[in-house]
């Protein structure tokens, strides 16, 4: 079983930056691709950033060089740098892993509980 744990969230003014962790364990190999997500309230979650086995990255088109993900093999992390946040950042953030190289949720099997990141003057 593959478990996630998001940590990392909080509040920031526009234009700050908050660096997001996600812990993970049971590794199988149904997990082959990690990715970040998010939802804000009343609308769908959407895929922010994944990264493969391999280091393949992919970005969400709003993040538009802001973000940056990292995969630690070694210490089985995967990171999400914020910079210059602005406020429709703001959403629950989550850590997911699946087997398909794609950023879209239905394609993730195991999800972490989320981390709120809340960008506000």
């Known amino acids: 079983q593959v478990q996630l744990v998001e940590s990392g969230g909080g509040s920031v003014q526009p234009g700050g930056s908050l660096s997001l962790s996600c812990a993970a364990s049971?590794?199988?190999?149904?997990?082959?691709?990690m990715a970040w997500f998010r939802q804000a309230p009343g609308q769908e979650r959407e895929g922010v950033a994944g990264?493969?086995?391999?280091?393949?990255?992919t970005y969400a088109a709003f993040v538009k060089g802001r973000f940056t993900i990292v995969k630690d093999d070694a210490k089985n992390t995967l990171s999400l740098q914020m910079n210059s946040l602005k406020p429709e950042d703001t959403a629950m953030y989550y850590c997911a892993a699946g087997v398909r190289r794609t950023l879209r949720p239905g394609d993730y099997k195991y999800w972490g509980q989320g981390t709120q990141v809340t960008v506000s003057s």
């Open positions: 990264i493969s086995d391999d280091g393949r990255i």
């Open positions: 049971g590794y199988t190999s149904s997990t082959t691709y």
